[in-house]
């Protein structure tokens, strides 16, 4: 079941004592489902994604007597908004160059106040009680916004993707799920190839999965050319590991796709590109976003 924000719950609130950088974080999936700090928001009737977060968002700022910053990643616009709403039900949207950079001791206090963890059970309880939409988005919002803070290299950031990853395997989504596990394989390849096997394993899961001959060959080589990097720095270890390097091999055979030695894809390093090409780039924020504007007294949770 989703969970409806109330004021009543106060585990969904920042520390009272809490800096005030501290952000909450909201975020819209493709087909307008709706998450404010982790927790999926009812849409009752016709109620619009953005309505339903500055409703949230007003509640956070009415309880704590204080505005209250949050950021938004709304991929159903492609955007990423950061705003200041205030206990009055207003708010406004500012620039990029507006916001404070988010700095290691700001990220530590705002996952201190929303502990990612906290979230990461929250997922497994939709995901254990079978509720596989609501902990995919959710898992959806949690690595969207510890790539954003964090950047997709980071250990967070990789455990929330491949969590992601698994997820959509279970809904049946191979192609997503063979995406968003291969950028974990590659990244840890990268960066610890002792614990790349596993993640390689992963992909190839799901990749066995696919069904389109060009996505099976694109990926295949891919995965390919990890497992024999792993076996020429004698990572290959576990049986399991091996007859999976060899099934990539055999079907891409079948078809006659393998290639021996593939080269190692270009490399990239910090500032040249995109780590994980596969996110879709969010458009950045700008002043005066009007969806996300609002004057006072406007918000649907006010007391009449």
């Known amino acids: 079941m989703s969970n409806e924000l109330t004021p009543r719950d106060k585990g969904n609130l920042p520390a009272l004592g809490a800096p005030p950088l501290i952000r ?10 709706t998450v404010v700090n ?30 209250v910053a949050a950021t938004v990643i709304d991929r159903s616009v492609m955007q990423v908004a950061r705003l200041r709403v205030h206990p009055d039900g207003s708010s406004r949207t500012i620039a990029d160059d507006e916001d404070l950079p988010p700095g290691r001791e700001r990220t530590a206090a705002e996952e201190a106040a929303f502990p990612p963890l906290a979230r990461v059970e929250r997922i497994i309880q939709h995901a254990q009680r079978e509720e596989l939409h609501a902990a995919f988005v959710l898992a959806s919002a949690l690595r969207e916004h510890l790539t954003l803070r964090r950047g997709a290299e980071d250990e967070l950031s990789l455990e929330a993707r491949a969590i992601e990853a698994y997820l959509a395997y279970l809904r049946g989504d ?39 001959e ?20 004698g990572l290959l270890l576990e049986p399991s590991h091996q007859a999976m390097a060899q099934a990539v091999r055999s079907r891409l055979e ?51």
């Open 24 to 33: 909450l974080d909201a975020y819209v999936a493709e087909d307008g489902s």
């Open 38 to 67: 982790g927790h999926l928001l009812e849409m009752g009737g016709m109620r619009q994604p953005n309505e339903a977060i500055l409703d949230a968002i007003a509640m956070f700022a009415r309880t704590l007597g204080a505005p």
């Open 174 to 212: 191979y192609m997503l799920s063979t995406v968003l596990a291969l950028t974990v394989a590659r990244i840890r390849c990268r960066t610890d190839l002792n614990r790349a096997a596993p993640e390689v394993a992963r992909a190839t899961a799901a990749w066995q999965r696919l069904l389109d």
């Open 214 to 233: 060009r996505q099976v060959t694109t990926r295949g080589q891919e995965l390919q050319h990890m497992w024999e990097r792993l076996a020429a720095e």
């Open 254 to 304: 079948r078809h006659g796709q393998a290639v021996a030695g593939l080269p190692a894809p270009p490399a990239v390093t910090a500032g040249e590109g995109p780590v994980a090409p596969e996110d879709k780039p969010l458009k950045p924020t700008r002043r005066g976003l009007r969806r996300f504007t609002r004057r006072p007294g406007r918000s649907a949770g006010s007391a009449p």
